[in-house]
């Protein structure tokens, strides 16, 4: 079975700092991994994915994430935090079965809050 | 260019009841999935729809059930609610195999 692991329930990291976001993964096959964004309240907004190539993967509002196979991760990233980024953050892993014509569900890991201090 | 939208916004129902949330896709998508998040959760895959046709369903139980129009829009229905009912439900849409999922704000559904 596919799975997706969040191990920080919270990240905290004061304004002007990196920051990093942990996701470890379990698939069968090659891994099409996202990452989401989701403020109090509201859906979630894609920030990034992997879907093959280049290990580091660049997205929105100056997030990246790399992707390392050996360690079957994919940790998401930013080289300063600013305090609007405070949300919670959710990995996932989209199932790669056979569905007709449409593409897998995602796999959600349970979410790591950001908390950017100033 | 619009995204996705969803309707209602809140919804608050008693046990027992029934319920019919609604979806409208990002333009141009032809995919739409539900998804359910608990509090403090991540979300819950329910089903996905391509082509008017359920083609995917999570660990969900026949009380949810879904449908989807020739536009691609949406519903979701849950029968005889109970309240652990209660969530955030959000749709999501994309385009083909490859396309992310685009999510809607949710649907906050309350049962009492």
């Known amino acids: 079975a596919q799975s997706v692991a969040q191990p920080e329930d919270q990240v905290n990291v004061a304004e002007g700092n990196p920051l990093t976001v942990k996701c470890t993964y379990s698939?069968?096959?090659?891994?099409?991994l996202f990452w989401y964004v989701q403020y109090p309240n509201r859906g979630l907004q894609f920030l990034l994915k992997?879907?093959?190539?280049?290990?580091l993967v660049k997205g929105s509002y100056g997030f990246e994430a790399e992707f390392n196979k050996s360690q079957t991760s994919f940790h998401l990233k930013k080289p300063s935090a600013l305090v609007s980024d405070s949300a919670l953050y959710f990995c996932?892993?989209?199932?790669?079965?056979?569905?007709?014509?449409?593409?897998?569900?995602?796999?959600f890991g349970k979410g790591t809050k950001l908390s950017v201090k100033p | 260019d619009a995204g996705v939208t969803q309707s209602p916004t809140h919804l608050i129902k008693t046990r027992g009841q029934q319920v019919t949330l609604r979806c409208s896709p990002k333009s141009g998508h032809d995919t739409v999935s539900w998804y359910q998040q608990a509090l403090g959760q991540g979300p819950q895959f329910i089903f996905q729809?391509?082509?008017?046709?359920?083609?995917q369903r999570g660990n969900f139980p026949d009380r949810f059930s879904g449908h989807q129009f020739p536009n691609y829009s949406s519903e979701l229905n849950v029968n005889a609610l109970w309240l652990g009912d209660s969530a955030l439900y959000l749709c999501?849409?994309?385009?083909?195999?490859?396309?992310?999922?685009?999510f809607g704000p949710g649907t906050r559904l309350t049962v009492t």
């Open positions: 996932a892993v989209r199932d790669s079965g056979n569905y007709g014509g449409s593409q897998g569900n995602l796999i």
């Open positions: 999501a849409s994309n385009l083909g195999l490859v396309g992310e999922q685009y």
């Open positions: 992997y879907i093959t190539g280049d290990n």
């Open positions: 729809y391509y082509e008017e046709e359920e083609r």
């Open positions: 698939v069968s096959g090659n891994p099409y």
